[in-house]
RNA sequence: GCCGCAGUAGCUCAGUGGUAGAGCGCACCCUUGGUAAGGGUGAGGUCGGGAGUUCAAUCCUCCCCUGCGGCACCA
């Protein structure tokens, strides 16, 4: 037997005959480590214990102290066990696939009547009872044929579907919990005692279309947790219900910023508290966009279907967009319009009017666009994803060749503004050309260059999605992560050459001769919709001063304190906070507690002391201490704290 | 849009084939209290909408709407 030479983490080698394994491999090197052993890494490769090694390779032996490797086997052994608990209950039911993923796993079943969480109850006492079984988990290749006649002769036509999308060439892998088969590609641990039996919890039943396509059945999913120990698990459950103590749909409704019903599915009732937030964002986004040579401008709501048919929307995206019919009775002809989803159209009308010239470009206009976008059903979620937004849209016209100047001027500029709104944490990604595209590679070569450029330029690192350009130009993306390690793409910046073109759109150059200009289509916050969700749920409320919506309660102790709460009120909103009095006929405490549930961020407690002295007791949100300070110079320190980070 | 679940007072929720309850909130009264809920009294509901079964429906059945969790979608 020809002998292979394996590379251990501290540097050493040693050599083994071909076609041992890791497991063997734990055994040579020490009786504990055999034992403790769970899996490997051969040459970059999680490796099953039981795989032979058939060449030279670079090798590290996991244990359970190996968190990444020890997960990933818990979960995936956990998925199996799940998938044979269902199947132990009820053999009728049919598997599918069932991956890990983060936190977890899921499994996708194929099942008539839907799981009841009494089932999940069910199913979770059975794998507990299958855990503590410690079957051992074993491994075989088969060959296509054997494994095709194996699932039909089961009924299982997921799985012959699946072993036929397995590439040739590619091993067909069969797994066995005790006498549970499941076609895997591993790998697995050793046994099902290996999975901590208190450590793991099912989640929730959704349906999900098998392989994602919604052409497709809809199966039954379920969600699962596992972690290494009880503690773990516990802790990612304590999480989950913080994460729910930020839900901007709760805290909307608590900080009373705003409501939503059912005449106007997917559109926001903004109330003055919300407004707030709102307008204080609006008026920073126009001062930054006036500082960064943008023109601001203001399109119609209703548009006439021609302008749509002429930008492409009424074909490509129509099934998004709210129609609008004018009766005949009412208006001089029948007349089809739509509501706008989307500013770009209007802001090429404006460009169009009059002649450009090169000198006017680039030309950056922007609009706060309200637009409306019918969002199928299922897609709603609070303010975050609705059917009537405003973007903090704009639109540079230039030429090709200023594309990377602008991206890179773009990028800097939407740097500041993110961390002015306390973001410091975002990423960018560039999307490149798809399969179905317009335009010459050439050009695509170009464009894509100027991008990554750019972003070298400004000094930011970036990934590459491979193909998830638009039809018509490769795109950045910026996505922040939030306080709670959250993904949210907000920014972003296009590039078209495809609209002006439909729309005829040109400026005259140096030669005397019309061009089409570019457009470049840039968003920073996305929608303040969203934004503003995600401002909420970043802060868990307690939005930054300048944002928050009540800045200021002044609080009285007794009501012989009335007249100077209303005072210092009056001096507070006379230097730029918002304040307001409460005097109402309530304890301290209770209008403490009031107001800290509501996230007001300073309460001033005004009793007979204060008015004797012209001080205010300040109390900040979270804070116990309260500090004792002169009138004056809180107005100087509060009306400071309220100007927004750019004017400060 | 698809699968599942849900909709009862402003909010959170209980409940019943014979038109309904709690806590908080709200109003009024007492109380003037020093930093996270002082006490009392009271008002408030077409039980999401429509149809059906029934002597009788908030409750059972069907359709619709909206929401929630996923999936799909996000030119």
Redesign the pocket.
């Known amino acids: 037997m020809s002998q292979i030479s394996l590379t251990f983490p501290d540097g050493n080698t040693r050599d083994y005959d071909a076609g041992v394994t890791p497991a063997d491999i734990a055994s040579s090197i020490s009786n504990s480590l055999a034992k403790k052993a769970i899996s490997a890494t051969v040459n970059g490769q999680h490796f099953d214990l039981q795989w032979p090694i058939t060449e030279d390779a670079a090798i590290a032996i996991h244990t359970m102290k190996d968190e990444a490797q020890a997960l990933e086997l818990i979960r995936h052994d956990a998925a199996h066990i799940m998938a044979r608990a269902v199947q132990e209950i009820w053999p009728e039911v049919k598997v599918t696939i069932g991956p890990v993923i983060e936190n977890g796993w899921y499994y996708d079943f194929d099942r008539d009547a839907?799981f009841?969480p009494e089932d999940l109850g069910q199913i979770e006492a059975k794998m507990k009872e299958i855990i503590n079984r410690r079957d051992p988990v074993t491994t075989e290749i088969w060959d296509r044929t054997r494994a095709v006649k194996h699932y039909e002769a089961n009924h299982e036509p997921y799985k012959v579907e699946l072993v036929g999308m397995i590439p040739e060439g590619q091993p067909i892998r069969m797994y066995w919990h005790g006498h549970w088969q499941d076609l895997c590609r591993g790998p697995h641990l050793q046994h099902t005692g290996q999975v901590p039996a208190d450590a793991f919890k099912l989640m929730?039943?959704?349906?999900?279309?098998w392989r994602?396509?919604?052409d497709r059945p809809?199966l039954?999913?379920i969600?699962g947790v596992a972690f290494q120990n009880r503690d773990q698990l516990k802790k990612y459950l304590h999480f989950l219900e913080e994460a729910e103590k930020r839900?901007h749909?709760?805290l909307g409704?608590e900080m009373n910023l705003f409501h939503?019903?059912?005449e106007a599915?997917?559109q926001v009732f903004w109330h003055p508290n919300g407004w707030h937030i709102y307008t204080a964002l609006q008026d920073y986004m126009r001062r930054q966009q006036t500082r960064g040579g943008y023109v601001e401008v203001n399109t119609p709501q209703v548009v006439d279907r021609k302008l749509w048919e002429a930008s492409?929307?009424w074909d490509?995206?129509q099934d998004?967009m709210f129609i609008v019919e004018v009766d005949e009775d009412h208006a001089r002809e029948k007349a089809i319009n739509a509501l706008k989803?989307?500013n770009?159209p209007c802001h090429v009308q404006i460009f169009n009017q009059g002649l450009k010239s090169y000198r006017d470009l680039p030309l950056r206009m922007a609009e706060f666009g309200s637009c409306a976008r019918y969002?199928?059903?299922?897609?709603?979620?609070?303010i975050m994803?609705v059917r009537g937004f405003t973007q903090d849209d704009a639109h540079i016209f230039c030429t090709e060749a200023q594309i990377e100047a602008e991206t890179a001027k773009f990028i800097e500029f939407l740097a500041a503004i993110y961390a002015d709104l306390g973001f410091h944490d975002w990423t960018i990604k560039l999307s490149t050309r798809p399969e179905k595209r317009i335009g010459s590679d050439e050009s695509w070569d170009r464009v894509e260059k100027a991008l990554g450029d750019a972003c070298n330029k400004a000094g930011y690192a970036f990934d590459v999605l491979e193909g998830e350009g638009?039809?018509y130009g490769p795109k950045l993306e910026f996505t922040l992560t939030d306080a709670i390690g959250r993904d949210w793409q907000c920014g972003t910046l296009?590039v078209?050459p495809n609209?002006p073109e439909r729309l005829d759109a040109t400026f005259v150059a140096e030669d005397g001769a019309k061009h089409r200009p570019v457009m470049l289509?840039r968003a920073v916050l996305g929608s303040f919709e969203r934004f503003i969700g995600i401002l909420i749920e970043e802060h868990a409320g307690k939005l930054p001063f300048w944002l928050a919506p009540r800045q200021v309660v002044v609080a009285?102790?007794?009501?012989?304190a009335d007249t100077y709460v209303r005072e210092v009120v009056a001096a507070l909103t006379a230097a730029g906070v918002r304040a307001e009095a409460d005097t109402r006929?309530?304890?301290?405490?209770?209008k403490?507690?009031?107001h800290?549930?509501g996230k007001v961020p300073v309460?001033l407690?005004?009793?007979?002391?204060?008015v004797e002295d012209r001080t205010v007791?300040l109390?900040r949100?979270?804070e116990?201490q309260?500090r004792?300070i002169a009138l004056d110079e809180v107005i100087a320190e509060l009306s400071l704290e309220a100007t927004p980070p750019d004017l400060a």
Do not use: W
């Open positions: 839907p009841t929730k039943v959704a349906g999900a279309y994602g396509d919604s809809m039954q999913r969600y839900d749909r709760r409704r939503m019903q059912e599915p997917g492409g929307h490509k995206y998004n989803p989307m770009c969002e199928p059903s299922g897609a709603l979620h609070g994803r638009a039809f296009q078209d609209l289509h009285s102790i007794v009501s012989d006929n309530e304890k301290i405490n209770y403490v507690r009031e800290s549930v309460i407690a005004i009793g007979l002391k204060e007791t109390r949100l979270g116990k309260t004792v």
